[in-house]
């Protein structure tokens, strides 16, 4: 570093540290001559140190490191320019050039350039010919029509936050049914919905108002919508725009009136209102916890920008176990087990581990050539043996089941998703064949599982309230959530309507799988990836069932 000194003197800005080659950092010139640090972080953005900029460049007072959406349209004018010094700015244009091909992407342009990074598509149709991965020289036209306003474009503004953002479940099903008129054409019912500004087809209706959250899926039918409403093109809908959703595909609270879904979904709000907590007090004693971490072994889950779900999910699901078992005198289990890692805390995962046990008896490793099959139901079989061992004297009302995962949806989706055992799609009765249990013990007396009308509302009840504790927890403690409809109790896909296994046979009378984060999404990936970030979720999840667990 010393002997770049000199050269401080004489250039505008200086490219200062080559050491860890997931960032860099340059030293740029502000207005009286001082300099302030920019830092460029592989997939985690643009940090500012804010000392020595003039007040005019950040939008509030920020002490210590800035990220770019804290800068006034000044000061954000003078990071790009400062880091990309070779970049044109023309009236019509401007002509980026690839400077760090390993820390910028796509997505990185179009957050920094078009105000969201979600607008990548439309940099990639600008630029039909250059290829995603990135090189160092190449040249991207962003048109001016496309740059932020704030950059003198008239591209998409900065994500807007909507009035019921804030709100709890009940209120934003309240606010978002209010948002809807229900009409008929000559294709049948639909709900007419006024595209707000700032929203997008994709997430505001699609995700929002329909049970579909899968990339492929949420594509396919706001392809559909869009036609049905005679919009030529999905990416440029205006405000104000009519959109028909075909009543047919809304989730059950937005169903018409009448609908039996819509009373169904009625009577599982009030069975909420009357469901009592249950004190285990500030200990959390005579809890019995079954954690699960999705997938493992040959199984890597999800994976999308350079993560895989499986490693990660069950470094969350380690941190969650240790910080009850040394702060809590609930009695913790989980499901399965990384043999060479045990339950250790990792800070780094550099790669994906091969081996993962389900603790059943014997144990089943997850190495077989449909291992989902198996696997997936041994972890509820195995959970279903646990409780009923624990209710023969313990209270059954402290039993809970949390899976962690993550998905792959949308990009422009962010947040934790939770998913509850919706009432209507468990089974009264569910027995698992004896050639799919592998021959453990625990088929014995775990393989049945029976559940009442009584215990199917209650089953969804109890998880609801669970999940809006967790909900609030996770938001406490600055954690995205996912901004349309958190908690889900069925999930729609492939033309069927479901829920996963491990909570659909469950007989925990609390369970839930949680979606920890959206790995197709960047910034959710870059989170994922930090273990700073994995301990602060698994801090809020026992904060959450803290916060359960009390009248
Ligand atoms: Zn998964």
Redesign the pocket.
Known sequence: MGVLKPFLLLLPTVCLIAADPASVEVRALVPGGERAVLRLQFRRGLLIETKPLPRTFLLRKVSGWAVFEDLSAEGKRWVLESLFPEDQWKRDEVIHKVRWPELESVWLMASLFMGHGQNYDKLEKTNPGNPEKLKPGDVWHIPQKLLSPELGGSGTPPVHSQPEDELDDDGKIAAYRALLTFNEDKEGKYAAYLLRKGEALYSSVVIRYTDRVDAKEVNAFADEIAKRSGINDVRSIQPGTLIKIPAKALSAPFQPEGTVALKADQEMREEVRQTRRVDAGPKLDGLRIVLDA??GGIDR??SANGIW??DF?YDICCRVKWLLEVDTEAQVSSTIRYPGIGFSLRDDIPSPSKAAQVLTTPPFAIDGDSPNAVSVHLRWVLANDLFSSFMKKGDAQKTLFI?F???SLHPSARGTMVYVPGASFVPSSFSLGANRGAGVREMKRGSLAVFSSREKLQGEARSRLFGEALVKALRQSKILVHPNRAIRNVIHRDGMNFI?AVIRYNEARTKV?I?VANLTNEDDAANLRDADFRQRYAEAVVKGIRAYFKK
Do not use: K, M
């Open positions: 999705g997938h889950g999800a779900e499986s999910v899976s995962h993550a998905d996963p799988l979606e």
